[in-house]
């Protein structure tokens, strides 16, 4: 399964900035996902980064809050913007495993806005 | 939104004693995956199962997928204290896109000596 390395680990921001999220795979891969797991809560897939094209969105998330880059095959990043305490979360991307129709996950950004 | 509706929502349990969890919906999917999260961590695959009636084990955990293709069940026999985590059940709907799960509410396992 590849190896995703994630990063910041965790941070505090305050309300109204930005924090950009990085997430490097040691492997090529088409497909980069985000997911939100808001505290105590499931895992929700924010959008589907595909290398070369914009990141699909899911209902409830926006590029403007969340924009997202893919400059190539084995890197993404997410950014949360204007943040606001409600944005207080894990933020989690994940890639498709290569030996079944799993998904590995990287470690997460652990999030919290003052 | 979730889709999925996992349960238990939390279990105690002894060293030793098997633990079993389900997840259900009202939709049908095509792919069930367990996941186990440890605190700081991200979420790591257990089994991943592909086919209705699928009865797939790896060491002490035991998945199955549903013949409805709308359940699976997640079985860990023997627990030990290294099983304490969250267990998320996840599924790929027949009409997602590729790489969109729909994740369960989470099984909290804590096992005690």
């Known amino acids: 399964s590849a190896v995703i390395s994630q990063k910041p680990s965790r941070d505090i921001c305050q309300r109204g900035t930005s924090l950009t999220i990085q997430c490097q795979v040691d492997?090529?891969?088409?497909?980069m996902f985000w997911y939100r797991q808001q505290p105590g809560q499931s895992l929700t897939l924010i959008a589907t980064a595909n290398q070369g094209s914009e990141a699909t969105y899911e209902s409830g998330f926006v590029i403007d809050k969340f924009p997202i880059s893919r400059p190539n095959l084995t890197f993404s990043t997410l950014t949360v913007s204007n943040m606001s305490p409600e944005d207080s979360s894990i933020y989690l991307c994940s890639v498709p495993q290569t030996s079944n129709y799993g998904y590995t996950f990287g470690s997460g950004t652990r999030l919290t806005v003052v | 939104g979730q889709q999925l509706n996992q349960s238990p929502q939390s279990m105690f349990i002894q060293e030793g004693e098997d633990v079993s969890m389900n997840c259900t919906s009202s939709?049908?999917?095509?792919?069930w995956l367990w996941y186990k999260q440890d605190p700081g961590e991200g979420p790591v695959l257990l089994i991943a199962l592909y086919k209705a009636g699928e009865l797939t084990s790896n060491g002490r955990l035991t998945a199955q997928f549903g013949i409805t293709r709308k359940d699976s069940f997640l079985n860990i026999s023997a627990s030990i204290p290294s099983d304490v985590g969250i267990y998320f059940c996840?599924?790929?709907?027949?009409?997602?896109?590729?790489?969109?799960?729909?994740f369960g509410a989470g099984t909290q396992v804590v096992v005690t000596p």
């Open positions: 939709s049908i999917f095509n792919t």
């Open positions: 996840a599924g790929r709907r027949t009409t997602d896109s590729w790489g969109k799960l729909q």
């Open positions: 492997s090529q891969v088409t497909m």
